[in-house]
T-cell receptor, first 115, second 111 residues
């Protein structure tokens, strides 16, 4: 597609339920990132995929969070046993490669609300 | 999570005024970038800086990559109402590493 696509755009869930968020990166982009943005806050790095390399999971806040990526395409971010503190916008971004001059393109995010 | 120190947190200015915001880090970054985010959208890249000391302009925006590689600033000249939004700095230590963001500067412009 023309840009990074995320779905759903909004998700309301009950505390304790699991959620899956999806990201379709720009075609041909080998690098994919997930970020979390709490209300009024900056972007908090969660996880980074680059090609077939092992993902950088250093930003995942707890073992309730996990992410998968199939090849160089779709990625899903899974949050198990959601808590109210997980409420935030989850942003996905992709870039053509991992070089310092590669530009990051963001999706519009998934607004997650945990009741 | 990892974040850069960005200031000010918010700014309220009159149309036509110049704006300056900056970002600092305790460690070196080899790339500095500035993004703008509008409500309901993801951040959009404004300026990218790749060399210490580099000064780059994009229209009314000017950004500099600090000599120490631990800071960067963004200036907006002659602000207009459509400049309203949240501005984020971001740094990257090296190729293949994650982009780390500041907490953002919220800019409000009154006409």
């Amino acid at each position: 597609g023309a840009g990074v696509s995320q779905s759903p755009s909004n998700k309301v869930t009950e505390k304790g339920k699991d959620v899956e968020l999806r990201c379709d990166p720009i075609s041909g982009h080998t690098a994919l990132y997930w970020y979390r943005q709490r209300l009024g806050q900056g972007l908090e790095f969660l996880i980074y995929f680059q090609g077939n390399s092992a993902p950088d999971k250093s930003g995942l806040p707890s073992d309730r969070f996990s992410a998968e990526r199939t090849g160089e395409s779709v990625s899903t971010l899974t949050i198990q046993r959601t808590q109210q503190e997980d409420s935030a916008v989850y942003l996905c971004a992709s870039s053509r490669g991992s070089g310092l001059d590669e530009k990051l393109f963001f999706g519009s995010g998934t607004q997650l609300s945990v009741l | 999570g990892q974040q850069l120190n960005q200031s000010p947190q918010s700014m309220f200015i009159q149309e036509g005024e110049d704006v300056s915001m900056n970002c600092t880090s305790s460690s070196i970054f080899n790339t500095w970038l500035w993004y703008k985010q509008e409500p309901g959208e993801g951040p959009v890249l404004l300026i990218a800086l790749y060399k210490a000391g580099e000064l780059t302009s994009n229209g009314r925006l000017t950004a500099q990559f600090g000599i120490t590689r631990k800071d960067s600033f963004l200036n907006i000249s002659a602000s207009i109402p459509s400049d309203v939004g949240i501005y984020f700095c971001a740094g990257q230590r090296g190729g293949g590493t994650a982009l780390i963001f500041g907490k953002g500067t919220t800019l409000s412009v009154s006409s």
